[in-house]
């Protein structure tokens, strides 16, 4: 079983940084994962925060891009989001959400986390 535990959320004044981190376990060596982020405002849609292109690079929601940087630490199958300058507009529940690869031996999924809360006052 994969599990997928975020940290790092809280309340903070705009311009503040904040460091999210997603820790997941339960991995199959032999399977592929993928990792994004999403957020989920109060009243609005889940939306990602940073996918991947088909060459692996990071893809940054507008509304994040120059302020958020995705990086991860394999070693310790931990990815993390650092948000600089965050904002207002940023509030929002955080989640990670890993895909399995679907291969001769892995069969497709996803796993989520259940989110840390981040809040940003003006």
């Known amino acids: 079983q994969v599990t997928l535990v975020e940290s790092g959320g809280g309340s903070v004044q705009a311009g503040s940084s904040l460091s999210l981190s997603c820790k997941a376990s339960?991995?199959?060596?032999?399977?592929?994962?993928?990792m994004k982020w999403y957020r989920q405002a109060p009243g609005k849609e889940r939306e990602v925060v940073v996918d991947?292109?088909?060459?692996?690079?990071?893809r940054y929601a507008d509304p994040v891009k120059g302020r958020f940087t995705f990086s991860r630490d394999h070693a310790k199958n931990t990815v993390n989001l650092q948000m600089n300058n965050l904002r207002p507009e940023d509030t929002a529940t955080y989640y990670c959400?890993?895909?399995?690869?679907?291969?001769?031996?892995?069969?497709?999924?996803?796993?989520w986390g259940q989110g840390t809360q981040v809040t940003v006052s003006s």
């Open positions: 959400k890993s895909e399995r690869r679907r291969t001769y031996y892995c069969t497709p999924a996803e796993f």
């Open positions: 991947f292109d088909s060459a692996g690079n990071a």
């Open positions: 339960g991995y199959n060596q032999y399977c592929t994962y993928t």
